[in-house]
Structures are given as structure tokens and as C-alpha cells.
């Protein structure tokens, strides 16, 4: 190995008479260089607040592509919260936002449940996700979650549009009224049990995020497609979710520690968040005070709603890509954690 | 199947991983002790790996980052040699200092010094395991030798091991869609063969062998280095206690496990899942009730 640089100029560093003094004990051993560093982390100079290796990221990224995994978030939200206004909606007789409702989460899943085999890099054997039960896997428990709630909210939808088979149509009614919530918020522990910093450490706030985002786009779709008349439990749904979904999300980027809670506040995934807050808070605001007296002003507040709760989704798991492949999101939390434990 | 058992399975330190998965009478936990003081950067291991598992290519790139152009582990880089170029001296290599006051070293950067930190990554083979613990499908394995190991007849490329692993291991073949890491190789052990990376090894910078043996001779040679002067070297992933229940695939380093690309202090996701399971219950009532409420509350419409 050469101690010499070969430049332009010729040669820097070099120095004559150089002895390989492999074994001789030199240099730091007498204390002198720890000494010398230590001086130096004194200094008023700055240090780098991390290294990494040559800035590349310490995590491999997820692959999921957005439109299928971060499009499920959506849908499973809107699927497991319509069914719970689709029960309710029928036990309180609202045929016209229980057929809405119950119609929507079937759709709403169908379609989540394309993107997720879509996703898959074996899409011919997404029957292996039920070859096994781990309750250690969110994604496994989700599976078998949706084997019972994909059928429950059809035999729903089937019969709320056809009027026959009234029994199994509440059997399955209540049956997806039951699996429904935890459809709309496990998927929050499938995205924070990952090694994503900006995902993990908001493990707390994200399931409250997730339903209330769920609550708002449900909402959202029983006030767009119900009746005037019958939409009220549906305004106060998606108030009922807007104002959680808000609340968790200050909480969540508040709690955070600083590197972990930019991606939620400023670049692409930053802009798309505070987007969808304000969709999701125009949308309430809209539908509380004019759904009541204008068709029109439902349908935009509807609208409003459903894209705010979409774009929430899209923009957290931007948010989660761009801290996987930051190398300071691994690194910094977890040297300062190391440096407050020695003390 | 309790989540307590879980947490304190997943919180144990030093566990018998073989054991837990039901393995009843197994051999020893096998491992690689990665020495990268004397590791020189020869790349053996790489295209030993490459070689013995029928590793397709992926991309034959120029990135100008010192001579690493495989850059890190992935679905077809099961092994990856980090090289990393720093203005410092090498204790006990350097010339002319023992010449000097002591109190001066000649580490400045005007000097000249340089010394080249060259580390073969490789799979951890966790105590525990995020990418095992996550599989939806098992295809992910806890092998009788207490490494991790994908089934690849059973993966169906779901990804999520992918974001699961703390140290940015395993990944997605393209053009497979499946999940790809070292296996430390399963085929030779079974056989009573050392993986192919070690066996391919020059300088013996990668030892393979029973976990127990390698912890001895780990903590010896972080011992005889110091001893030299070499006061940069600390073992990484050799402590049952650490966030992933210490790693069977563990390393010697000359610097701050950062600068490698490697995390400082890794946590296994799963360590948390207990408390997301109930915080995701506590959301799903707060849903149904909330529901329920916007029902009951405003009887006009």
C-alpha cells in the first residue's frame, strides 16, 4: 500500500525510507492518539453528525410499488370502515346508505385485494399466504383477517342489492361489521413492524392515522352515495374521522425525533401529507356545514374526503421510502441512542 | 402462541435458536467470524458465493467508490467486500512514527497516511430474526444449524422480509420476484462442507465454525489487537444481549460499524410487535365506536 498520492503536480505524501513495521508496537499505543482525539471532539468545530458508507442506505427499501400497497391502505380503510356504517346503517334503518356502504366495502376490497396479489413477485402463489398462521406477521394475520372478511362483506353486499337470503345477508353483516376495524387498522402494524425508521418508531400513532383515515373515506363515500336524507351517521363519520385522523397525525409528526419526522413535514411525501390534510379537513368542514342543504356540495365534499384519505396513504408511504434510503434515519437515532446509553 | 411468550422468546439473550424453532437434537449453531484486519480485499469470497449458488449477475456498473462497484448485499450479492479509504495510519504499520515525539503522531492529513478498512458483509443469521419472524408463508426457515434460510419453492415474493431486516440483507431478484439471501450455505453443511466464502478465503478473514468457538477466538484476537496498539478494533454482533440477540454471522471492525454500512445498533422490529398488536386494537374499537356513535348522536336524519 502506498502512502503517497500521484497527482498533477507530482508526488504528495511520499515518504523515503518507508519500513513495513508490521508487529512494532507505534503511534497510539502510548496513548498519545486517543489523547489527540479527544482534543479534537472538544473543538468548537462541528462534528459530522454520522457516517455511512459513502452515503449509500443501510436498509434495502421495500419494493412494494405504491399503487398496489399504499392503493390497499386506502381501500382496506374505506372497505372495513364502510362495512361498520353499512351495519349500523341497516340496524338503523338506512337501506339506502347500508346498500351504499355494504356495496362499497365489497368493491372497495375486491379491488385492494387485485392490488395485493398484483404485488406479489409470485402472483400464482398468493395461496401460500394461508400455507401458515404467524402471529409474528402482521401480513399473515391480515391474510387469514381478509379469508374471513372478503366473503363476509359479498354475502353483505349480495344480499343488501339483491333482497335475498335476509338472514346470511345480517349474519354476514355483522360478520363484516366485526372484522371490519381490524381490516382498516392492521394494516398499520404490517408498515410499522419494518426496520423503516420513519415507519417503526410512529407504531404508536399510525393505527389511530390509519382508521381515522378509514372513518374519513368511508364517510366520504356514504355521503357521496347515499341519499341527503340518510347521510347524516355518514357526516359524522367522516367528521368523527377527520378529526382523528388530524389529531394522530400532529401527535405522530410531534413525536417523532427529528430526522425520522421530516419526510412526513417537507419534500414530495411532506407536500402530499399536508395536501391530504387539508382535503381531509375541507372535506368535513364542507360536508358538516353544506352537505346537509346542497347535493352538490356533498358530492365535492365526498370527493374531497376520499382523495384527502387516498393521498394521506400515498404520501405516508413516500414518507417511508424516502427514510429507508437515508442512511442518517438508520444511523443517527441509533448512535444516539448508543451515546445515551454509555453515558 | 401467546404474545407473551413471544415477547420474552424475542427478548431472551443468549438462546439456543435451533431449539425454539423445534429442532430437538441438533448440532451446534454454526456461524462466521468476519476478521477485517485481515481481510484484503480480494473479493474471493464474492465470486466464491456467486459461483457455489448459481448467483445470477447483476449489472456490471462502474460507481467510482474506492474499488467497490458491488456497492451492498442484495438478492444476487450474498456476500459484498466494503472498501473504505481513510487519512489514518495503521497502528503498528507505520513508518517512522516510533522516530517521533509521542506526543505528535504523524496522522495529519498533509502526511499522507492512508489506510484502506476492507469488510466482507454477509447475512447475519439473527438470533432474532425479523425477516423469519415476518414471512407470511414460512418459507423463510430456522435451519437446524441456527441459520436463516429461504425455501424458494415456497416464497411467493411478498417482500416483506425486505423492509423487515435491520442490516439491509435480503432482497428481490428481479425478473423472479422472489426473496434471495446467503443461506451460509445449507447444502455444504449438511454435508459437513464449510461455506463456499470461507472456504474460498485467502487470509482466513472469514472463519466459519461452531458459534461458541468463534466467540472465543473473536474475543482473543479483539484482545492480541489491542494489545498491538491497534486500539480501533471492537468485535460487532458478537453480543447475545444486543438488539437482535447478537448475530451468527458476526464481525471484527477497525472503526465505527457506520462507516461500513453497517447499523450502529440494530433492534428486530418484532421487538415492538406486542405493543403495535395492542395499540392497533385499541384503534380498530375506537373505529367501531366512533361508528356507533355518529349513529346514535344526531337522531333527526
Known amino acids: 500500500m502506498s502512502t503517497s498520492d500521484v497527482t498533477k503536480d507530482g508526488i504528495r505524501g511520499a515518504k523515503p525510507g518507508r519500513d ?12 498519545a492518539r486517543p489523547s489527540h482525539r479527544r482534543r479534537g471532539e472538544r473543538s468548537m468545530v462541528p462534528e459530522a453528525k454520522f457516517s455511512s458508507y459513502y452515503g449509500k442506505p443501510v436498509l434495502n427499501a421495500p419494493v412494494w410499488k405504491a399503487p398496489d400497497i399504499a392503493g390497499y391502505f386506502f381501500l382496506g380503510g374505506l372497505s372495513g370502515a364502510s362495512s361498520v356504517i353499512g351495519a349500523c346503517a341497516s340496524a338503523t334503518g338506512r337501506p339506502a346508505l347500508a346498500k351504499a356502504s355494504k356495496v362499497g366495502a365489497l368493491a372497495s376490497i375486491s379491488l385492494g385485494m387485485v392490488g395485493l396479489v ?51 345477508g345480517a349474519v354476514a353483516t355483522g360478520a363484516a361489521a366485526a372484522i371490519g376495524p381490524f381490516v382498516a387498522s392492521y394494516t398499520a402494524a404490517l408498515m410499522c413492524n419494518t426496520a423503516v425508521p420513519s415507519w417503526h418508531e410512529a407504531y404508536r400513532e399510525m393505527p389511530f392515522v390509519f382508521v381515522g383515515s378509514g372513518a374519513t373515506a368511508a364517510g366520504g363515500l356514504g355521503i357521496l352515495a347515499a341519499p341527503v336524507a340518510e347521510a347524516g351517521p355518514a357526516r359524522r363519520t367522516a367528521l368523527f374521522g377527520a378529526a382523528l385522523e388530524l389529531a394522530a397525525s400532529q401527535l405522530l409528526t410531534r413525536r417523532l425525533p427529528e430526522p425520522l419526522s421530516e419526510p412526513y413535514q417537507s419534500g414530495k411525501s411532506g407536500a402530499r401529507f399536508k395536501l391530504s390534510e387539508a382535503l381531509t379537513a375541507a372535506g368535513a368542514a364542507g360536508s358538516v356545514l353544506l352537505g346537509r342543504r346542497s347535493r352538490a356540495a356533498a358530492v365535492v365534499s365526498g370527493l374531497a374526503l376520499l382523495a384527502g384519505s387516498a393521498l394521506s396513504r400515498f404520501a405516508i408511504f413516500e414518507a417511508g421510502m424516502v427514510s429507508a434510503n437515508d442512511p442518517e434515519h438508520t444511523v443517527r437515532p441509533q448512535r444516539e441512542r448508543l451515546d445515551r446509553a454509555s453515558g | ?114 489506510r484502506w478498512l476492507m469488510a466482507s458483509d454477509v447475512c447475519k443469521h439473527c438470533t432474532h430474526a425479523a425477516c423469519l419472524d415476518v414471512c407470511p408463508t414460512g418459507a423463510l426457515f430456522r435451519t437446524e444449524f441456527g441459520t436463516v434460510v429461504v425455501q424458494e419453492d415456497v416464497c411467493n415474493g411478498c417482500g416483506y422480509c425486505i423492509p423487515a431486516c435491520p442490516y439491509g440483507v435480503i432482497d428481490q431478484r428481479q425478473d423472479d420476484g422472489r426473496a434471495w439471501k446467503c443461506t451460509l450455505c445449507y447444502d455444504r453443511l449438511q454435508v459437513g462442507m464449510e461455506p463456499a466464502c470461507a472456504k474460498a478465503c485467502p487470509t ?39 438488539g437482535v440477540g447478537g448475530d451468527g454471522a458476526f464481525f471484527l471492525l477497525l472503526d465505527e460499524p457506520e462507516v461500513y454500512g453497517l447499523p450502529p445498533d440494530p433492534v428486530v422490529t418484532t421487538r415492538d410487535l406486542p405493543s403495535m398488536w395492542k395499540h392497533v386494537g385499541a384503534a380498530a374499537l375506537t373505529l367501531a365506536v366512533g361508528v356507533a356513535a355518529a349513529f346514535a348522536g344526531g337522531r333527526r336524519s
Open chain 2, 204 to 242: 482466513d478473514s472469514i472463519q466459519f465454525g461452531p458459534l461458541d468457538e468463534l466467540r472465543e477466538r473473536a474475543a482473543a484476537r479483539v484482545a492480541s489487537l489491542h494489545e498491538a496498539g491497534v486500539t480501533d478494533a471492537r468485535l460487532y454482533g458478537h453480543d447475545p444481549n444486543d
Open chain 2, 1 to 114: 402462541m401467546a404474545s407473551d411468550n413471544l415477547l420474552s422468546s424475542l427478548l431472551a439473550g443468549d438462546t439456543d435458536p435451533a431449539a425454539i424453532s423445534g429442532h430437538s437434537d441438533h448440532p451446534p449453531r454454526m456461524g462466521f467470524f468476519t476478521d477485517t484486519s485481515v481481510c484484503i480485499g480480494c473479493k474471493a469470497c464474492e465470486v466464491a458465493c456467486k459461483e457455489w449458488n448459481h448467483i445470477p449477475e447483476d449489472g456490471l456498473n462502474f460507481t467510482g467508490m474506492s474499488y467497490d462497484n458491488t456497492v451492498g448485499l442484495g438478492a444476487d450479492t450474498w456476500r459484498h467486500v466494503a472498501f473504505i479509504e481513510q487519512r489514518k495510519p495503521i497502528a503498528g504499520q507505520i513508518a517512522g512514527v516510533q522516530h517521533q515525539d509521542a506526543g505528535a503522531p504523524a496522522i495529519d492529513e498533509a502526511s499522507g497516511d492512508l
Open chain 1, 118 to 168: 398484483h404485488d406479489l413477485g409470485k402472483p400464482s402463489r398468493f395461496v401460500n399466504m394461508l400455507r401458515v398462521f404467524k402471529p409474528t406477521s402482521p401480513m399473515s394475520v391480515g391474510s387469514w383477517a381478509l379469508a374471513g372478511y372478503g366473503p363476509a362483506a359479498g354475502a353483505a353486499a349480495f344480499s343488501a342489492v339483491t333482497g335475498r337470503m335476509k338472514g346470511l
Open chain 1, 20 to 31: 513495513a513495521m508490521v508487529g512494532v508496537v507505534a503511534g497510539r499505543h502510548d496513548g
